[in-house]
């Protein structure tokens, strides 16, 4: 056996074909990198091609050992744990190795790290539910996020079962990828920059009735900022109506061009799937 | 009036109620319909106000005129304040805009007392109608029942629900009658009753009918005002544990009364509102429902007030020392619960890896438990956390030190150069 660090495309499928190739070339890993993060080093280094049979294998065997193990690695490989690769290398190894029952057993060390990744991930998740701001224009809701984990996927369903009928898109601004939804589909796509349009009539006045309503509904003799930070970190107030300076509360006429405001030039309206793009994670196998 | 006055006089009016939860709805979505209730067992937070609270939903009054003259409310008759009104058609307004935008999960509807009580739900019946039916909204909406209204309007109100509370306010029928001389005890407990059978009824009819419709599928919940009264915590505690045993109600909210008004009967304007008294109940209200305490277990009525310094978890551990240090390896569920510093997720945590292996006492952080607390209380394999010493005594004072961050601090005082001393 050799150590070897393995670089693939950044997809979840060429992460397992890092795992597959490690088992066929018999290699110890001692890091997987992206291409485009990869520093050259006096370690050997094999460039991972993805190939989408071998990844299905991979997948495969790891639902057959545990369908809870395989969650793991597809939500794992979503979060922003430093070394997340390594991290779930090493799980999927014990897996094989050792059978499902460590799964049970939070404090073991190759899952602790995981799990507490895993756990954040779903935390901000379940926040950002409640956190996402949409304005309404023209007749679309757009909203933005900046999450530290990749969340698209894990709050597509929640927002396509609630805006059933609707049109949407959620962009975030840390990972640049889009969710678009509309009649019924969902698609995740990368968007390199994204500029929202300033409010309408309309748009403002229900910004500022909420604005209104929020700063009412505090109880004064209660006042408690730190219980607030402990709820809502500041990190999210960025992207939240309440907490915008008097700008984003002025209705501006908008300026005349594109049909659908809100979505900059070249970049394809919901509902127009995009040419091929790079996979988005949750939508693989 | 325009909508944003309106807004801002029905909202600062509804402010003291303390519950805005959006758990236990299991509305999923529906075509032709806008909204669903959080699948999530918590509910869903879409923002805090700077007092630190949930906002989960949009919680107003339909109206601020009230034809009772309750002493401690800010909307009683006798109060000078400016009065507002909602039509339904706004306030569903209001309600679908935000909920598009992902402001709100939902409408809390509660009213001043117009008219009547039956009057007034009626008012409240329409509006949740066009709601429901011309909007199609699908997303929670919480009503209040007015003490007093009669039991068919509390059932259309219940079919257009997903939870319905009714306000008991006072914990003492003493209290009522001195502070709120339009209400009964009766007519309180009346729909509490009615909206519990009901509820019953209709998952019955559910087993057997996959249509039929749905009475307050999420449960009713109510408020008790801590501070008013002079009420005990031990008789709070009781009477919780009666609502949760007899009335199978989802929640008990305490709210610290925060006095609006100077009246001989309640407390003077510039007393502080009880956060902390408050705060204990919370812990103590959490003990009845997931830990397997009795109200008779934490307090009687030697020690009718839960002890503010400590938490009532550790409090009574520390009056039941002999039955400690429990073995995380073998103890059951039950046991592993009145660990303080354990909880119902890193209780479970310990039973799933126990089966795979012996557990350490440095685990037990990673699976969640709150060590500085739980330390004094436990072993593993044998062994307690290595080079702790303690006594009974200097074990409340360990217990303080570690609870001592998470209370208000007292405020800081500015010191002045010209104050003369003393």
Redesign the interface.
Same mark, same amino acid.
């Given at each position: 056996m050799s150590e070897m660090i393995y670089t693939y495309d950044g997809s979840f499928e060429g992460f397992l074909c890092c795992i597959f190739e490690s088992y066929a070339n018999k290699e110890v890993l001692t890091a997987i990198c992206r291409d485009e993060d990869f520093l050259p080093t006096l370690f050997a280094v094999r460039a991972v091609q993805t190939d989408r049979s071998h990844a299905g294998r991979v997948y495969r065997k790891v639902v057959k050992l545990s369908p809870y193990g395989a969650k793991l690695l597809q939500k794992g490989f979503l979060t922003c744990l430093t070394d997340k690769e390594l991290c779930l290398y090493r799980l999927t190894v014990k897996l094989l190795r050792d059978g499902p029952?460590?799964l049970? @057993?939070?404090? @073991?060390e190759t899952l602790?790290p995981v799990i507490k990744a895993v756990g954040h991930l779903d935390g901000e998740a379940? /926040?950002l539910?409640?956190?996402?701001?949409?304005?309404?224009l023209g007749g679309v809701?757009g909203?933005e996020i900046e999450p530290k984990n990749r969340v698209l996927p894990l709050l597509r369903s929640?927002f396509c079962?609630? +805006?059933? @009928?609707?049109s949407f898109f959620l962009y975030d601004r840390t990972h640049r990828e889009a969710l678009f939804y509309t009649a019924g589909k969902a698609v995740i796509r990368p968007l390199e920059s994204f500029q929202m349009a300033p409010p309408d009539e309309a748009e403002a006045r +229900?910004r /500022? /009735?909420?604005k209104?309503?929020?700063?009412?509904?505090?109880?004064?003799?209660? +006042? @408690?900022?730190?219980?607030?930070r402990?709820?809502?970190p500041m990190r999210y107030w960025s992207t939240?109506?309440?907490f915008q300076g008097e700008e984003a509360f002025k209705a501006q006429s908008p300026s005349a061009g594109g049909p659908v405001p809100g979505v900059p030039g070249g970049i394809p309206a919901p509902g127009i799937r995009p040419g091929s793009g790079r996979s988005a994670p949750g939508s693989v196998l | 009036m325009d909508v944003l006055e309106k807004l801002t006089i029905l909202t600062d009016a509804a402010k003291y109620d303390a519950a805005c939860t959006s758990s236990g709805g299991d509305r999923t979505s529906r075509k032709g319909y806008i909204g669903n209730t959080s699948s999530s067992v918590a509910g869903c937070c879409h923002s805090f106000s700077a007092d630190g609270r949930c906002v989960s939903l949009l919680k107003v009054l339909l109206t601020n005129r009230c034809v009772y003259d309750c002493k401690y409310c800010v909307n009683r008759r006798s109060n000078e304040t400016k009065r507002a009104f909602f039509t339904p058609e706004e306030l569903a307004d209001l309600t679908i805009s935000f909920y598009r935008r992902n402001y709100i999960e939902g409408l809390f509807l509660s009213s001043g007392v117009y008219r009547s009580p039956d009057y007034t739900t009626e008012l409240m019946i329409r509006t949740l109608r066009l709601l429901r039916e011309t909007y199609r909204f699908n997303g929670y909406i919480h009503a209040k029942a007015i003490p007093g209204t009669a039991p068919e309007l509390v059932e259309q109100l219940g079919l257009l629900a997903d939870r319905i509370s009714v306000n008991i306010e006072l914990p003492s029928e003493a209290g009522l009658r001195a502070l709120a001389p339009d209400k009964t005890k009766g007519a309180i407990l009346a729909p509490m009753r009615q909206i519990q059978s009901r509820s019953l009824q209709s998952k019955e009819e559910l087993v057997k009918y996959r249509h039929a419709p749905r009475f307050a599928p999420a449960g009713q919940s109510t408020q008790l005002i801590v501070g008013a009264t002079a009420d005990s915590d031990f008789h709070i505690l009781r009477l919780t544990q009666g609502l949760y045993d007899r009335y199978h109600l989802k929640r008990v909210f305490y709210s610290a009364y925060i006095p609006v008004v100077e009246h001989a009967l309640l407390p003077s304007r510039d007393v502080a509102p009880p956060l902390l008294r408050e705060h204990r109940l919370y812990q103590a209200d959490w003990l009845l429902r997931f830990y397997g305490f009795r109200a008779e277990e934490l307090l009687d009525e030697e020690h009718p007030d839960i002890d503010p310094r400590v938490d009532p978890k550790c409090s009574w551990a520390l009056s039941h020392l002999g039955f400690f240090p429990i073995e995380v390896n073998t103890a059951d569920y039950m046991s592993l619960l009145r660990v303080p510093g354990v909880g119902v997720t890193s209780a479970r945590r310990i039973l799933s890896a126990r089966r795979v292996g012996r557990l350490q006492i440095e685990d037990l952080r990673k699976l969640g438990v709150v060590m500085k607390r739980a330390q004094y209380f436990l072993t593993a394999s044998g062994r307690a956390v290595p080079g702790l010493r303690f006594s009974p005594e200097s074990l409340l004072a360990g217990l303080l030190a570690a609870e001592r961050p998470s209370l208000p601090q007292p405020p800081m005082e500015q010191l002045s150069l010209f104050d003369s001393p003393g």
């Open positions: 029952s460590f049970r @057993d939070r404090s @073991d602790y379940h /926040l539910k409640g956190f996402v701001r949409f304005s309404e809701l909203g929640h079962a609630r +805006y059933r @009928d609707e +229900y /500022l /009735l909420w209104r309503f929020y700063d009412t509904i505090a109880i004064q003799e209660r +006042y @408690d900022p730190k219980g607030r402990t709820h809502m939240m109506t309440e | -």
